[in-house]
């Protein structure tokens, strides 16, 4: 395995089950194996993946990323109000990273455009803007 440029293990499907399999506690290897996972379409793995690595306790970084990743795999299989929750997550802990922050609220609007709640989707693009905005000051 390699360890990419952030500082987290990539490896095959293979390698990632065996170190699963190794250590089942290691919330890494789950969140590694979601992403690997995720990127090459099994959404509903991931999201399994995702979940049993937030379950087990991840760095906050790693948790928030992970909150983001699950919502986008939630969403891809139709897991709209799921998704909405974990990007909530995300804004809930108001992240001193805006790209972070502005990310979520599009993701949640979207979830909230997918729903039909038009008047909760137009307040999160919105807020994302004002963080484009305040950015340029």
Do not use: F
Request: aromatic fraction near 6%; hydrophobic fraction near 40%.
């Amino acid at each position: 395995m390699l360890k990419d440029a952030l500082g987290s293990y990539r490896g095959t499907l293979y390698e990632l089950n065996r170190l699963i399999r190794r250590d089942k506690g290691n919330a890494m290897v789950w969140y590694d194996r979601a992403n690997l996972r995720h990127g090459i379409g099994d959404h509903t793995g991931a999201v399994a993946d995702y979940t049993r690595a937030l379950e087990i306790g991840l760095r906050k970084r790693e948790e928030l990323l992970a909150l983001g990743n699950r919502a986008m795999a939630l969403s891809e299989i139709g897991r709209y109000e799921e998704a909405l929750m974990d990007c909530s997550g995300i804004i809930d802990a108001n992240p001193q990273n805006r790209g972070l922050m502005k990310a979520a609220l599009l993701r949640r609007a979207e979830m909230y455009g997918r729903m039909g709640r038009n008047k909760e989707a137009s307040r999160d693009v919105l807020a994302a803007e004002q963080l484009t905005i305040r950015k340029r000051r």
